[in-house]
């Protein structure tokens, strides 16, 4: 289920302004005038956990922003089996520029904000502007050097350190100021045990048993299940292998 809501303005528009995509994300390569005129064909959606954002191989007539939220990527095969091959967070770019169809599926892994556009006209502005389509390259190959990273994690670390660079993942996007800093850092954890299991290739009693372990040797404490504090990221990351 989705909530939409139009973007219009004169000037440059109030939510792209107070908006993290319009300062940290691709739409912080455009111009005021580009800004208005994007958002004259905007739209906002807060969708669902578990809601469909595009399909695998399905035909793209938009792109989107990820406002907040995380959206799960995954790959299905011919005979039902799926795995997770990414999770984005915002400001994120959703979508894959100058390509007919989608290269993956995108669901809402938890509740999602998302700013949508049109694909003609991202194309279009995308033609007219270098800085955006610098932009969008940028985060492409920020998204490549994290998938070598993670070819790294689930190719060679053990299963104690496949949780604990999950976990750091997650820790590091979902409030990138405060991982920067010596605070602790709170968060739900965006994925079941069962999907958290098919990201890094264990069984779920293993992701089970890891995440105690870590919870025992006071690097993480866990509440309901799902909340996860790390109270010093640096022993995270050391437990993690980096």
Sequence with gaps: MTDRQDIHSSGIPALCAACEARHRGVCGALEPAQLVALSKTSSKQRVQPGAELVGDEE????????LSGVVKLTKTLSDGRQQIVGLQFAPDFLGRPFRSESAANAEAATEVSLCSFPRATIERMLRESPQLEHRILTQTLKELDEARDWMVTLGRKTAAEKVASFLLLIARNIDPARAAGAEGISFDLPL????????????????????TRLRTDGVISIEHNRQVFVGNLSRLEARSGI
């Design 59 to 66: 035909t793209v007539d938009h792109y989107s922003n990820i």
């Design 192 to 211: 079941t045990r069962a999907d958290i299991a098919d990201f890094l290739g264990l069984t779920i009693e293993t992701v089970s048993r890891q995440l």
